[in-house]
């Protein structure tokens, strides 16, 4: 339900309706994380639940962002580091390094994000449709973005897309 309300306001955002700029309508929430001087977020309703780094069995013959699979409470999960997915150099890990769960109709997935920030309501006016150029979001892995209040945007990650792109 919440997701076709958001997509219901970026395609307003999007067709340039003026209505839309004046309503501040709470949407939902995300769950905001940083990659490096970035920060993303992804729809409350997709996570499961943080948890901090802990040892990864390595699998072997797959892509080099799928770092292997965790065992979370006799469920294998698959683990993505999102900062060598988006192709940014990896650093180590650091105290602040944790494992966001993820889940979609039954698929879960684990993501490796450098820090947790926060969790934040949506509103309609901080919506914004990602960039039509496809090499903006040549990947589509962003869903829309937020605009906040200090001029910083939030990429808002397509959750269905990025296990979609790990199955």
């Known amino acids: 339900m919440t997701n076709d309300v958001i997509r219901e306001a970026v395609a307003k955002q999007q067709s340039g309706d003026r209505k839309l700029a004046a309503e501040n309508t709470i949407l939902g929430k995300v769950?905001?994380?940083?990659?490096?001087?970035q920060v993303?977020?992804?729809?409350?309703?997709?996570?499961?639940?943080?948890?901090?780094?802990t040892h990864i069995t390595k699998v072997p013959h797959v892509p080099n962002y799928i770092?292997?699979?965790?065992?979370?409470?006799?469920?294998?999960?698959?683990?993505?580091?999102?900062?060598?997915?988006?192709?940014?150099?990896?650093?180590?890990?650091?105290s602040r390094t944790c494992i966001i769960t993820l889940s979609?109709?039954?698929?879960?997935?684990?993501?490796?994000?450098?820090?947790?920030?926060?969790?934040e309501d949506i509103h309609t006016s901080d919506i914004s449709a990602t960039p039509q150029s496809r090499?903006?979001?040549?990947?589509?892995?962003?869903?829309?973005?937020?605009?906040?209040e200090n001029n910083t945007t939030k990429l808002i990650l397509d959750v269905a897309k990025l296990l979609d792109e790990e199955e």
């Open 31 to 37: 769950m905001t994380f940083n990659i490096g001087d």
């Open 40 to 53: 993303y977020g992804i729809e409350i309703q997709y996570v499961i639940e943080i948890i901090e780094m």
């Open 67 to 94: 770092k292997g699979i965790i065992n979370v409470r006799s469920k294998v999960v698959p683990i993505v580091d999102i900062r060598t997915r988006f192709g940014k150099p990896e650093i180590p890990y650091t």
């Open 104 to 119: 979609l109709n039954d698929v879960s997935v684990g993501i490796i994000v450098d820090s947790v920030a926060d969790v």
């Open 135 to 148: 090499n903006v979001n040549e990947n589509d892995f962003i869903q829309y973005m937020i605009r906040s």
